[in-house]
C-alpha cells in the first residue's frame, strides 16, 4: 500500500487523472465549502442525492470506495459479503489523510496513489449527473453515472442502508 500524503495540490492529482481517463469536463471551485452533503448540495445547486459521497472504507486492510448518492447511507455488511471479507469498516480521517492525500469533506472517486476496488451505489444510476467532490472541500466536477463507472473501474451494486 502506497502513502502519499506529501502530495502538495490534491486539485491537480485529481485533474491529471481525470485528463489520462478521457474526462471532458472541468473542475470547478467556490469559495462556499461541500463538507457536507447538504453544503455541496447548496455550493453546486442539485439536489442533495445527486451528491456524490466518496468513503474510503477498509476491508480486510485494503482501502476500497463506497461510492453513494448523497442521501443514502452506507450498509458495511452488504459489503462485507459481497466482497466475501471478515471485517469492513470506516477508513478514520488520519488513514484517509496520509493514504491518498485527501481531507474528509473533499475525498474524490478518483486520483489515489493505487487504483482502489470501486463499489457503486445502484442509486447513482437514477440520476443524469453526479456532483463529485475534487480534493477538496471548495472543488468538485460533474458527471454521468455511467462515466464515473467507466473511469472509475467500479461495479454497480445495493450498497445502502435499508430504511
Same mark, same amino acid.
Given at each position: 500500500?502506497?502513502?502519499?500524503?506529501?502530495?502538495?495540490?490534491? !486539485? @491537480?492529482? %485529481?485533474?491529471?487523472?481525470? @485528463?489520462?481517463?478521457?474526462?471532458?469536463?472541468?473542475?470547478? *471551485? *467556490? *469559495?462556499? *465549502?461541500?463538507?457536507?452533503?447538504?453544503?455541496?448540495?447548496?455550493?453546486?445547486? &442539485?439536489?442533495?442525492? #445527486?451528491?456524490?459521497?466518496?468513503? %474510503?472504507? !477498509?476491508?480486510?486492510?485494503?482501502?476500497?470506495?463506497?461510492?453513494?448518492?448523497?442521501?443514502?447511507?452506507?450498509? !458495511?455488511?452488504?459489503?462485507?459479503?459481497?466482497?466475501?471479507?471478515?471485517?469492513?469498516?470506516?477508513?478514520?480521517?488520519?488513514?484517509?489523510?496520509?493514504?491518498?492525500?485527501?481531507?474528509?469533506?473533499?475525498?474524490?472517486?478518483?486520483?489515489?496513489?493505487?487504483?482502489?476496488? &470501486?463499489?457503486?451505489?445502484?442509486?447513482?444510476?437514477?440520476? @443524469?449527473?453526479?456532483?463529485?467532490?475534487?480534493?477538496?472541500? #471548495?472543488?468538485?466536477?460533474?458527471?454521468?453515472?455511467?462515466?464515473? @463507472?467507466?473511469?472509475?473501474?467500479?461495479?454497480?451494486?445495493?450498497?445502502?442502508?435499508?430504511?
Amino acid at each position: 500500500m502506497k502513502f502519499l500524503s506529501s502530495d502538495p495540490d490534491p !486539485i @491537480e492529482k %485529481v485533474r491529471i487523472f481525470l @485528463e489520462k481517463n478521457g474526462y471532458q469536463g472541468d473542475i470547478l *471551485t *467556490t *469559495t462556499d *465549502t461541500i463538507f457536507t452533503v447538504e453544503d455541496a448540495s447548496r455550493a453546486v445547486g &442539485a439536489p442533495p442525492e #445527486h451528491i456524490l459521497k466518496s468513503l %474510503v472504507l !477498509i476491508a480486510d486492510d485494503e482501502p476500497i470506495l463506497a461510492l453513494l448518492s448523497g442521501t443514502n447511507r452506507v450498509n !458495511i455488511k452488504k459489503i462485507r459479503r459481497f466482497l466475501d471479507v471478515r471485517k469492513v469498516k470506516m477508513a478514520d480521517p488520519d488513514f484517509v489523510f496520509q493514504f491518498s492525500g485527501f481531507k474528509v469533506g473533499g475525498v474524490p472517486p478518483v486520483g489515489y496513489p493505487e487504483k482502489l476496488k &470501486a463499489l457503486l451505489d445502484e442509486d447513482l444510476f437514477l440520476y @443524469e449527473t453526479v456532483w463529485a467532490a475534487a480534493g477538496t472541500d #471548495h472543488a468538485f466536477f460533474p458527471l454521468s453515472p455511467q462515466e464515473l @463507472e467507466r473511469i472509475t473501474g467500479g461495479e454497480q451494486l445495493d450498497i445502502k442502508k435499508d430504511l
